[in-house]
Each structure stands twice: as C-alpha cells, then as structure tokens.
C-alpha cells in the first residue's frame, strides 16, 4: 500500500468537496471567507480525513460515503489551529510554512474565521447519508463531544494552565494529548465508520485505534518540535519548549518518548486485527505517523 499516494488523492478529493461546500470568497463577508479559506487550503497531508475516508473503507464501505464526514473534521481541525495559534493562546507566527492567520488578517477576523468553520463543520454533515444504524443526530453528537468542554477545548484550557507549571506530571501531559490531539483523530475514525454503518464491534475498535494514533501523533509531535527546523515542521520549532509547555521529552526524555510512541502504534495495529485486509490503508496511516519521526 503506497500511503503517501493514498494522502495525496484522498488529500485532493477532500480539498475539492471543501472547495464546493465552503462559501468562496468572493461572498460577502469577504474578509471572513477569504481568511476561512486562507487557513483551510494552506496545505497539509489532511491526515483527520484521510482517516474518516480509510475508516469507511474499513467497515466495507466508500471513501465517498466518508467524505461530508472528512469534510467536517477538516474544518474543526483548522478551526483549532487558527485559534490555538492566536496570541493570546499558543502565539505563533507560522502554520504550515505560512503566516499564521491572526498575522495576515488581524486577531479579530482570526478569531470570527475560526469561530465560522467551527460552525461550518456541523453543516458539513448535512450532506451525509443516515445509515442503518447511525442518524444526522449520532453524527452530531459525536462531532460536538470531540470538540467541547470536555475534550477538544478542555485540552486547550489544561495546556494553557500548565504553561510553567512547577508541578508537572506525565499523568497532567496525557490528560492534555487526549483531548486536544486524539479525541478528533477518535472522532475523525469513528464518523467514518459511522458513515458506513459500521457494527458496534467495528465502532469499538476504530475507536481504540484513533485514540492510540492521536497520542502517538501528539508524542511525535513533541519530538519533531525538539529535533527538528522550523523549515521542515512548517511552524516555529521549539516553540512549546520556549512557552514553557508540558511536552513528553521534557518529562520523560526523547528516548522513552520515542518507546512510548512506538507502543501507542502497535497498540493501534492490535486494533485493527478484526478488520483483517480491509485496514490495509487505516495500518499504512499508523505507520506514517510513527514514520514521521524517522
């Protein structure tokens, strides 16, 4: 299985139906579409819905029936950056090897575009199809508890309030990667399994799975922002280190970190034993993740 032509097409199929779905910005408020879609199409493998599409591939349905699905959580995940990236938040310069948002368009349109494509990803599961099993309102559901109170925005409170800490635990560090990392990469397998009617069995799993991947991704994440350049992450290197941020190398050391993540990976493998040669594509993506660091 070649992933890295996988990431591409399922890259290019997604940014399409975005490009269809996402008000262009020629419409009124121009400002506002325009730096919607500034942060939405600044590039990026796409890796949340690459793993709705591959999820539905793996419960034996289409990439296509996963698409309102990918769409979705594309839009919350950008939402995210373009605020976590705001100067009151994480206070960066760059994503993904460009202007961050707030820099371009000034902090008040940044923060009205992430709010827009916040609100945009629930719209996008409108164009989803209810299944046997799983409703528009299951849909809902699932998108709006990943990204609330208590997952999503409740990570993003706890590494706010950890900047710095004197009292730093690794226990503190995982409560922060679920929620701000793995619950959407959770959500993001579970919606298409969702979208293809997936058994309670199958659901379970891909839930297993996304949350391994997302801890794993986030590990690698803090090794990436301590050994590599600014140039090649596309963001500002070492900036979590320089704000004082809770990462699992500064805890545990890189060594470890690099064994923790590669546990979180199998486990994740182990996950998808019932799917048999469906997750060809689902296990191609767990090992880019964890190849990101090589």
């Known amino acids: 299985m070649d992933i890295n032509k ?15 779905w996402v008000p262009k910005g020629r419409i009124k408020p121009q400002t506002l579409h325009e730096s919607m879609r500034y942060s939405l199409f600044a590039g990026g493998k796409r890796v949340r819905p690459a793993v709705s599409l591959a999820s539905s591939i793996a419960c034996g349905g289409t990439s296509e029936l ?6 979705a959580v594309e839009c919350l ?24 948002n707030h820099k371009v368009y000034g902090e008040g349109i940044a923060v009205l575009a992430g709010d827009a494509l916040l609100t945009i990803s629930f719209e996008m599961l409108l ?40 009292d ?5 560090l995982k409560f922060i990667h679920e929620r701000k990392t793995s619950a959407l990469l959770r959500c993001s397998a ?29 590990v690698i994440d803090d090794i990436l922002d301590e050994t590599q350049s600014t140039e090649n992450l596309g963001k500002t290197a070492g900036k979590d ?20 993540a590669e546990k979180l990976t199998r486990e994740a493998f182990a996950s998808l034993e019932i799917f048999g040669d469906q997750a060809m594509i689902l296990n191609g993506l767990a090992g880019y993740l964890l190849g990101r660091d090589r």
């Open 6 to 20: 996988f990431l591409e097409q399922s890259a290019k199929s997604v940014e399409k139906a975005l490009d269809r």
């Open 66 to 71: 996963a698409m309102p699905m990918a769409c």
């Open 77 to 100: 995940h950008t939402y995210s950056l373009i605020h976590d990236d705001l100067p009151c938040m994480d206070d960066d310069d760059f994503r993904r090897g460009k202007p961050t």
């Open 127 to 166: 164009h989803a199809e209810a299944t046997t099993r799983y409703t528009h309102r299951d849909f809902v559901r699932e998108l709006a508890e990943a990204s609330g109170s208590r997952q999503l925005i409740a990570g993003q409170v706890a590494d706010l309030e950890g900047e710095n800490a004197t």
């Open 168 to 172: 730093r635990k690794v226990a503190d």
């Open 190 to 218: 579970r919606l298409g399994g969702m979208a293809a009617d997936a058994t309670p069995e199958q659901l379970s799993a891909l839930s297993e799975f996304g949350y391994k991947v997302g801890l794993a991704f986030q």
């Open 241 to 260: 280190k320089e704000a004082g941020k809770m990462t699992y190398p500064s805890l545990i050391g890189l060594d470890k970190s690099r064994k923790y």
